[in-house]
C-alpha cells in the first residue's frame, strides 16, 4: 500500500469539481443533438455538424478566457496564454467526429474535461478580465476534427496535420458519394494548400494529454473509476478481396464450387481463433460482402475487413503473417485466390514516462491515504496521440465505462467518476507544471 500523492489543487474547493462534472454531461448532451441523424448520433469530418461542434466549443474555450482559432485542417484550438509571450504550450485535449450511430462520450468527453481543466487552473491577467496559464507553459485545447475516420475510411486527419504528418495521397480519398477530401475541404471553407499551417512543431509543445472513457471493461471490472494509460495499441488496417467463381446455386455440386463468401467466412473464424490466443492482440472483421449479392447465385467474389491491433508492432506483424499463412491454406484448399490491401498503418505509442507518472500523481491525489498505486491499462483503442506522439510527449488518463461498451448509443460515464477524472486531470496539469520546460 502507498500514501495518496500530494495534491496541488489545495485552493479549489470539492464542490467545484462537481459543478464542472455536471456542466460537462449537459455539454455532452448538447453535442449529442448535433448530428447528421435523427435518433442517433453521426458526425463527419468537414460536415455542416462538424462546423456546428466546432462554433459551440469555441464558444465555451472563450467562456474561460481563451482565444480560439479553427486551424488549417478543421481542428478547433483555444489557447490560455502564459505570462511569457512566445512560451511553448501543453496541449490538451481529444475529438468531437464521431462513428456511425455513436455514443455521446468517446472523444467529446475528453474535450469537455480539458476546457473545464483550463478554468479550474487559469488566474487573472495582466489586463482586466483576462486570464492566463499559471505555469511557465501556456495550455491549448485542443477539439480534433477527425480521429475516427468515418467519412474517408482514413483515421487521425485532424491529428496527423497538427503533427506535421500529413500525405498528400490523402487529398484523393473519397466518401461514400465520391466527394474527395480536397473538394471537402474547399466546400468547408478551408484552403488546401495551407494544409502545412495547422502543424505545431517540438519546440512548441512540452507535451499532449488526453482524457478518455476506456473503450472496454476493465475499470469496471475492478471497480476503479480511473487509471494511467501505459501505451496505444499499434494498429493496421486491410481491405481484403476473395475470387471464386459465380454459379447458379440450384446447379452447382458442392464439389464444383468455388464459393468467394464460405472462403471469406472461413478467413474470419481464422483471425478469431488466431489472435484470441495472442496476448493483447486483437482481430476484427467488421466488414464482408458478397458478389453479386443473389439469393440464387453462388458467390464469386466477397470483399472483408481486418482490423489488427496489438500492444507492440513486432507482435501484431507476426500475427499477420500467420492469418496471411492461413488464408494461403483456405483458399488453396477452397480453390479461391485472395488479396490484401493495407489502408492504415500505426505504430505502437508508448506514454512518456514523466506524463504516466503526473497522471499517477494526479489519481493519487483523490485516493484515500493508504491506496494501492493507481490502475495501468494499456489502450487497445486507437487516440490522437498517436499522431501527436511524433512530435511531442504524451500522456492518457482513462475514465470507467459501465459493461465498457463503446462506439454504440449505450456508452456511458457517471458524473461522480467526471467529477473524480476531472481532479485528477488537473492534478497531472499541476504536477507537470511544478516540472521544469525542457
Not at 2 to 27: D, H, N, S, V
Not at 65 to 74: N, V
Request: hydrophobic share 40%.
Amino acid at each position: 500500500m502507498t500514501a495518496a500523492a500530494p495534491g496541488r489543487l489545495t485552493g479549489i474547493p470539492p464542490e467545484a469539481f462537481a459543478t464542472a462534472a455536471r456542466r460537462i454531461m449537459a455539454r455532452c448532451d448538447e453535442l449529442s443533438r448535433v448530428s447528421a441523424d435523427d435518433g442517433s448520433i453521426t458526425r463527419v469530418y468537414l460536415s455542416p455538424e462538424h462546423a456546428r461542434v466546432n462554433r459551440l466549443a469555441a464558444e465555451w474555450m472563450r467562456e474561460v478566457g481563451m482565444t480560439t482559432r479553427m486551424d488549417a485542417a478543421g481542428n478547433q484550438l483555444g489557447l490560455l496564454r502564459a505570462a511569457e509571450k512566445d512560451a511553448p504550450v501543453l496541449m490538451l485535449g481529444s475529438h468531437l467526429d464521431t462513428v456511425i450511430d455513436a455514443g455521446r462520450f468517446d472523444g467529446i468527453l475528453g474535450v469537455l474535461m480539458a476546457i473545464e481543466t483550463v478554468r479550474l487552473l487559469r488566474v487573472p491577467g495582466a489586463e482586466l478580465g483576462s486570464w492566463r496559464s499559471p505555469f511557465p507553459f501556456g495550455i491549448e485545447v485542443a477539439a480534433f476534427s477527425d480521429e475516427e475516420g468515418t467519412r474517408f475510411g482514413k483515421a487521425l486527419l485532424g491529428s496527423s496535420a497538427v503533427a506535421g504528418q500529413w500525405d498528400e495521397s490523402w487529398w484523393d480519398l473519397t466518401d461514400a458519394d465520391g466527394i474527395t477530401v480536397r473538394e471537402a475541404y474547399r466546400e468547408f471553407g478551408l484552403d488546401p494548400g495551407r494544409i502545412g499551417e495547422a502543424a505545431h512543431t517540438s519546440e512548441q509543445l512540452v507535451g499532449y494529454l488526453e482524457a478518455h472513457i476506456e473503450q472496454g471493461p476493465e475499470l469496471d471490472r475492478r471497480s476503479e473509476p480511473l487509471a494511467v494509460v501505459s501505451s496505444i495499441a499499434s494498429a493496421r488496417r486491410f481491405q481484403l478481396s476473395v475470387e471464386g467463381e459465380a454459379r447458379h446455386a440450384g446447379g452447382t455440386p458442392y464439389d464444383m464450387r468455388r464459393d468467394a463468401l464460405l472462403g471469406a467466412s472461413e478467413a474470419a473464424l481464422a483471425v478469431e481463433r488466431i489472435c484470441s490466443a495472442e496476448h493483447h492482440i486483437i482481430g476484427t472483421v467488421g466488414q464482408l460482402e458478397a458478389f453479386p449479392g443473389a439469393v440464387n447465385v453462388v458467390p464469386g467474389e466477397a470483399k472483408f475487413s481486418l482490423d489488427l491491433r496489438g500492444e507492440y508492432d513486432e507482435k501484431r506483424d507476426a500475427v499477420w503473417q500467420r492469418i496471411s499463412r492461413d488464408l494461403d491454406e483456405i483458399m488453396g484448399r477452397r480453390h479461391l485466390r485472395w488479396r490484401a490491401r493495407e489502408v492504415h498503418q500505426a505504430p505502437a505509442l508508448f506514454c512518456d514516462p514523466l506524463l504516466q507518472d503526473v497522471m499517477a500523481q494526479g489519481i493519487g491525489s483523490t485516493l484515500p491515504k493508504g491506496s494501492a498505486e493507481p490502475v495501468t491499462l494499456f489502450s487497445p483503442a486507437g487516440h490522437d496521440g498517436m499522431t501527436i506522439g511524433s512530435v511531442t510527449p504524451v500522456g492518457m488518463l482513462f475514465l470507467r465505462n459501465p459493461d465498457g461498451i463503446s462506439h454504440h448509443p449505450d456508452e456511458a460515464v457517471s458524473a461522480p467518476d467526471v467529477a473524480l477524472g476531472l481532479r485528477a486531470f488537473a492534478e497531472a496539469v499541476a504536477h507537470r507544471g511544478a516540472e521544469p520546460v525542457s
